[in-house]
């Protein structure tokens, strides 16, 4: 094939290849954004699933979520259990707690810890408004298990 056999450029053709192009760029940027946007989605529902127990004063079920074990109650020798049982969660989460009677929560928000010591853990900051209250509660959640515990840093959210 020389120059001259060349074929015509198609100007209709090279504009849907662009079209197709931007498209497909536009696509990836969108599912990226949302990625990102909903990154820490699973713990606050879970969250959500904790503070709706305690707002029912189901606090049984409350104590098997922060633990992640619904079965908690079947093997109470087990270490987690133990390292914080469920008279010491019942007086941290319960009607005499600093919360009180939960009435209404909002999962306000969600982040990780800034670094600490180079490494920022594997869990996130939950932030929920408890009773519109100016104070807000924070619990920790874990990733790679979904059990609870109190936050290794304080975070404000606005």
């Known amino acids: 094939m020389t120059l001259l056999d060349a074929q015509d450029f198609d100007q ?17 940027v969108i599912v990226a954004g949302l990625l990102w946007w909903f990154r820490f989605w699973p713990e606050e529902h879970l969250t959500g699933k904790f503070f709706a127990a305690l707002q029912k004063q189901d606090y049984k079920t409350a104590y098997g979520i922060w633990q992640h074990d619904p ?3 079947k093997h109470p020798d087990s270490k987690p ?14 009607l005499g707690s600093e919360w009180g009677l939960i009435k209404t929560y909002n999962v ?20 929920v408004i408890v009773n519109d209250r100016v104070k807000h509660a924070q619990v920790w959640v874990e990733k790679s298990d979904h ?3 109190y936050p290794p840093c304080d975070l404000i959210f606005r």
């Open 12 to 28: 209709e053709k090279e504009r849907r290849k662009k079209i197709k192009l931007v498209m497909i760029i536009a696509v990836v």
């Open 147 to 149: 059990t609870f515990s």
């Open 108 to 127: 306000y928000g969600a982040s990780k810890c800034p670094s600490m010591g180079g490494s920022s853990g594997t869990g996130v900051v939950v932030d």
């Open 71 to 73: 079965d908690w109650q």
């Open 81 to 94: 259990i133990k390292e914080y049982p469920y008279g010491d969660f019942y007086r941290d989460w319960g």
